[in-house]
Structures are given as structure tokens and as C-alpha cells.
């Protein structure tokens, strides 16, 4: 409740001032105050103002925050027509029909109906106002948005680039000593070598396989979740239960790097891994609209618990926000026994 309270209370403290600004509005323009204060009609007007800024401007800017409506025409097309009719349709009901619950507002010469379309009709101009307004002021925010999401982006590009420098002081140096443990350890044991050659190749994919665009090949991903799940598996002699399935044409398909791998690795370190009947599940759809689903879910370790800050599923969540912005959804399911993710993109 205290979390939807937080998010939501700009919303109804809005609405309900509106109410309020309608009321009070009409206490003055229904009432003898009117013709008591030489205001008055200034102060109806200011009300209708008011009231028309709050359904259209805030209402309509709001609505336009919520999906990209520079590509989606028509729903952008759809979203002004509706509002330019919600503010006249809003004076419309109130002045004919709620406001006569709190004020006697009738005129006895006309209907309500009557009333209503002469509100409605007069009150459209002061619509298109409102709603240009509230266009101006949207196109203004999704500017400084941009600005903002481009400088934290470059932010972030160099400060990637800062830490791989710092990464890649030899790369050469360790996989030539890489190599070397490799060919000491090949023939006193397999097993010891073979986990040396994944080790290697992990490290390979970690520093030297993204394109210019900073994404990697989905299948190169899932072969570093591979090695991944294998390096463990030979640490605890194939005594861990995991299960991984891909689906789909993952040939040509690119993806942001170690995004994946943030998760499996996340269900190791926290998740039981030993127990068959509730193996950590790992899927991976690509459809034919390549588009992307992934899920993995895990039960949770009952030992004691190993402190996380959950500052890499943050950096993940950011990441994709930069380079997926409007293009994925990340469902993070956190209850007493189970941990699931979710991750859909729209194209990959």
C-alpha cells in the first residue's frame, strides 16, 4: 500500500484538486457571490482555466509519457482526438448534471441535455488550446528526457570504456598463461585442463566480443551460459541441477552482452542447486519476429544467506533501459521460497 501510495499520490492529489477548484468555482458562479464581488466572472473563467489544465495539459502530457508517440502515429493521433473532446465533455457533465447536486444551476427554460450540448459545443476551442499546450509541453519534456538519457549514455560509454582499459592491462599475458596451465594439466588431469580451456574461452568472450554497436551474437552468449553451467558443474562433479533449453533461428541474432549470464549467475550464487526435484530452469525463445523471451527461475538456497546489495540486477536493469528503451520488459518475481526472471525483447 505504502508503495502505491508513493507512486500514485501526485495523481490523486491532482484529481482531487480539480474537484475541489470545480466546486468552489461553482460556490461562486451559483450563488450570489457572483453579482456580491466584482470578480466574480473573472473567477468562473480562472476555474474553467484551471480545471481545462488539469484534464488536458496535465492529463494529455501525462498520457503521452507513457508509450513512444513519435512511432506509434496512430495511437497518438487516437490519444489527441480523445482528449480534445475530454475537456468539453468533462464541463459538459459537471455544469448539466454533477454540479446541480451541490448548486441549484438549472436553468428552467432549457433541458440538461440542451444545456449539455451548449457546454460541450462552446467548451471545444478551449479544448484544442489546452491540448496544443499540453502537446508543447510534452515535446518539451521528451526533449530534456532525450538529453538527459544521451549525456548518462555517454556517461556510461565512458566509463565502460575506463573499465575495460583497466581489464585489458595483458590480455595476451593471461592467455598465454592460460595456455601454459592448459598444457601442464592436460595429461595429469582431464578434468583440471578442460575446466583451464572453458576458463579461457569465458574470459575471451568477456573482453573481445562485442560489435560496434557494443552488442555480442546470441549464440556466443549462449555458449558463455554453457561454459558457464559447465565450470560448475566440473567443480562439483556434475552434481548440480540445472536445466537450459534454447529455442528458435539464433543464427544473425545480436544481444547485449553478459545480460544474460547476470541472471544464471545470480540463481548460483543465491539459488539450491543440488536438489533434482527443483533444478534451477533456464529457457530461451527467439521468435519468428526475433523477438527474444527468456526466463530462469530457481528455488532458494535454505542455508545461510550470502549478502547481496543488488547492485548488479540494478546495473542490468540500467543497461537495458539504455540500449532496449521501450523495447523490452524485465519481471522480477521475488516471493519467500521461488526467485524468477523474466526478460522479453522485441527484437534481438
Known sequence: MNRWWKKYWWHCALWTSLVVAQLVQDYVAYSSLINDIGWGQEFFWIGIVVSGGIVSVYGYGYILSLFNWRKHVFPF?????AFIFVFPLWQGIWRSYLSNLFFDNSIPS???????????????????AFVGLGFVIAFYNDYLNSQRQKQLFEKTALSAELDSLKNQINPHFLYNTLSYLYAQARPLSPQLSESILILSDMMRYSLHQTDEQGLVSLEKEIEHINNYIQIHQLRFDNKLAVNFSSEGNLAHKRILPLVLISFVENAFKHGKTGDPNHPITIELRVGNDSSLWFN???????????HSSGIGLQNV???LELVYPNQHQLHISNTNALFEVSLSIKKV
Not at 493521433?77 to 482526438?81: N, Q, S
Not at 432549457?110 to 484544442?128: A, D, K, P, V
Not at 530462469?296 to 550470502?306: A, D, L, M, Q, V
Open 77 to 81: 493521433i487516437g490519444v489527441t482526438l
Open 317 to 319: 536493469r540500467r543497461r
Open 110 to 128: 432549457i433541458s440538461q441535455l440542451t444545456h449539455f450540448s451548449f457546454i460541450f459545443f462552446t467548451s471545444i476551442t478551449r479544448g484544442w
Open 296 to 306: 530462469i527461475k530457481n528455488r532458494k538456497s535454505e542455508g545461510p544467506k550470502e
